[in-house]
């Protein structure tokens, strides 16, 4: 039967075996200790062994006649190990004493995984206010996370999703291949797609990036959408503006050309080509600069009269009274009629109304009925003035109002020489106003 004593020896014997490979298992999966932490559980775990080893050498020979020798060896290791053990203790004590206590541990885990949360918090609150989506991808490309809708879908359709089952059947090849690609090559790729959201296109600049664990594995994707939908808009505005540009310059150019040729055609001297070249091309500027401050969207048709008129109105007892609603005329009809009232003006201040002080001009304008064929109606009379006779031949001004002015804007002008003032009437067609402001 065992005694006592040996069961005793036989327990310490398991037990430090059991010590000793719980600490050697220990050890190999906890791989990320500091060199010191390992040395020091190795000299536990043989101080156990060797303690183990003892109590069973014992328990086999408790005599000592047989394995003396061996348990001398043994009693000398422990010894060993134990002095060994004691040097150490007391070398590293200032450091052991620095190893944080549980609850600090736990005091201090919860104070990170406050700070945490809050710089989370502020982190999802910027995209949230932002055009930038961040979304993370497993090998299947299916969505693991995401900040905030993306590309119009919520949030909760995206996750567990792969953009083939989010996109149509023209979009997602574009965006998958892009992503394949940074999957395949393990490296960051970057484009640009374009994605219908509603039945309007929307444009989004992908920055693609490898997602990779501990070991530098390659284990999914994590990347940024941002929605440059307004900077392509503006792109392609600025583009259709450069053409405008272009077609407006070439048109304004033949309009000086043309306005050249007819004043030279009609000056009698160099003076008098410089000066009337210089009054029209004014007179054009400033329906450009009514055109320019509406964007070229329009020029409203009371301050296109009041711009080439504004030297007679603006003084006392102005001779000059003019009437009608808010209308708007498109771009090409604004510079075409206010050549037109310039030439009227010229003339009227030479030769009609604005040329003596009892001299006065009306102008006034109205809206046609759509029954008559809409657009508008414009009339200028003179009255008061010096008694008109019928020219023998046509100026530059006659041929601006009569010819031009009818072939540009798809309407009558007449133009009457009455002895009592000239009366000028002009039919202007719906297609040559826009809409108000």
Sequence with gaps: MISLDDAARLATGIASLAIVLGLVRF???????SRRSSRLALLLAGLVMAVGILSILVILD???????????IVRLAVSALTLCGAVVLWYNFDWLLKLPSPGHVASEQRRLTLELATVLQRYEMALRGSNV??????????YTSVSKPLFGIPIDKVLGSSDRQLLGADQWPQVEALKRAALEASETRKGEVEVLEDGEPRWYDLHIEPLRDLSGNTVGLTGAAVDVTERKENERHLRLLMRELTHRSKNLLAVIQAMARQTARHAGTTDDFVEQFNARLQALARSHDLLVQESWHGASLGELVRSQLGHHLDRENSQVSIAGPDILLKPDAAQNLGLALHELSTNAAKYGALSVPSGHVDIA????LAADGGGIELTWQEAGGPRVEEPNARGFGSLVIERNLSRTLDGNVSLDFAPDGVICHIQMSEQHLTANR
């Excluded at 005599?63 to 003396?68: D, H, I, P, T, V």
């Excluded at 989506?133 to 299916?142: E, T």
């Design 27 to 33: 050890l190999y999966v906890r791989k990320d200790l």
């Design 62 to 72: 408790p005599a000592g006649s047989r394995l003396s020798w061996l348990q001398s």
């Design 133 to 142: 989506a961040i979304f993370s991808q497993d090998p299947d490309l299916r």
């Design 365 to 368: 304008w109205k809206r046609r």
